[in-house]
């Protein structure tokens, strides 16, 4: 599996705020590229596939079906060929317990879902700078 410095894993069980999500990367980053993901044992399939790309960064919700995102954080940090993917993972958990959890298992970072689009337009494009190290476009002001 090759590396795609432009491409992001948005994991979540939700269509909806999976394309919310996106809808918010797009506003200031059209040029990444995206792939949606339903659940965390998709995410590892995708990962352990051979013809895959690894993705830049990966945003990954807790709180899904099946497999947690705390139990497929665990694992892609114990296995060395995509240990070093950095894992941002986007929640609406407002739990402590959570969040400390994140951290141990290596996290690179932990954000609570905004309840705002223009929030969140504003933490997507602070991702790709912080991670993809690339300038978002400027938003117009109203």
Same mark, same amino acid.
């Given at each position: 599996?090759?590396?795609?410095?432009?491409?992001?894993?948005?994991?979540?069980?939700?269509?909806?705020?999976?394309?919310?999500?996106?809808?918010?990367?797009?506003?200031?980053?059209? *040029?990444?590229?995206?792939?949606?993901?339903?659940?965390?044992?998709?995410?590892? *399939?995708?990962?352990?596939?051979?013809?895959?790309?690894?993705?830049?960064?990966?945003?990954?919700?807790?709180?899904?079906?099946?497999?947690?995102?705390?139990?497929?954080?665990?694992?892609?940090?114990?296995?060395?060929?995509?240990?070093?993917?950095?894992?941002?993972?986007?929640?609406?958990?407002?739990?402590?317990?959570?969040?400390?959890?994140?951290?141990?298992?290596?996290?690179?970072?932990?954000?609570?879902?905004?309840?705002?689009?223009?929030?969140?337009?504003?933490?997507?494009?602070?991702?790709?700078?912080?991670?993809?190290?690339?300038?978002?476009?400027?938003?117009?002001?109203?």
């Amino acid at each position: 599996m090759k590396s795609n410095s432009r491409l992001i894993f948005i994991v979540d069980d939700d269509p909806d705020d999976r394309q919310i999500i996106l809808d918010a990367f797009l506003e200031k980053s059209p *040029q990444i590229d995206y792939v949606f993901i339903e659940n965390a044992e998709i995410l590892l *399939q995708s990962l352990y596939s051979e013809d895959a790309e690894f993705p830049a960064l990966i945003l990954l919700d807790l709180n899904m079906p099946g497999m947690l995102g705390l139990q497929a954080l665990k694992e892609i940090r114990n296995n060395k060929k995509f240990s070093q993917i950095p894992v941002i993972v986007l929640t609406t958990s407002t739990l402590h317990q959570d969040r400390r959890a994140s951290y141990e298992l290596g996290a690179s970072c932990f954000v609570r879902k905004p309840d705002s689009f223009g929030e969140l337009v504003d933490i997507t494009g602070s991702i790709v700078k912080l991670w993809l190290h690339e300038d978002p476009a400027p938003t117009e002001k109203n």
